[in-house]
């Protein structure tokens, strides 16, 4: 006996119909190709939300730490005044004494 075919109703494809699923986001029956699709959306959107999400948290950072200048070498660089981090200049290794 051979499969009826029906047309997914996210596409429009035609497509075997003991081959296509419920997709309960949609909530409508798909074809293999719609679900296939799906799940890579799904790993993009995560991608670019982690890279967002990165790109926040570094603006953060940048947002929190002062312009210092080194008592010893004068090489300028950040400081988290919260955290004192870091305690020595990356440059020459001299302790930083104020923030």
Same mark, same amino acid.
């Given at each position: 006996m051979q499969d009826v075919m029906v047309s997914c109703k996210k596409c429009g494809n035609k497509a075997p119909a003991s081959q296509l699923r419920l997709d309960v986001d949609l909530?409508?029956?798909?074809?293999?190709?719609? %679900? &296939?699709?799906?799940?890579v959306h799904k790993e993009i959107e &995560?991608?670019?939300?982690?890279k967002e999400e990165e790109a926040r =948290? %570094? =603006?953060?950072? &940048? !947002? !929190?730490? %002062?312009?210092?200048? @080194?008592?010893?070498c004068g090489y300028k660089f950040m400081i988290n005044p919260e955290t004192k981090v870091?305690?020595? @200049?990356p440059y020459c290794n001299a302790r930083v004494t104020s923030y």
């Open positions: 909530r409508m029956v798909v074809c293999p190709e719609c %679900i &296939k699709n799906k799940h &995560k991608e670019v939300f982690h =948290q %570094i =603006q953060e950072e &940048k !947002s !929190s730490k %002062i312009a210092h200048k @080194c008592n010893s870091p305690k020595n @200049c």
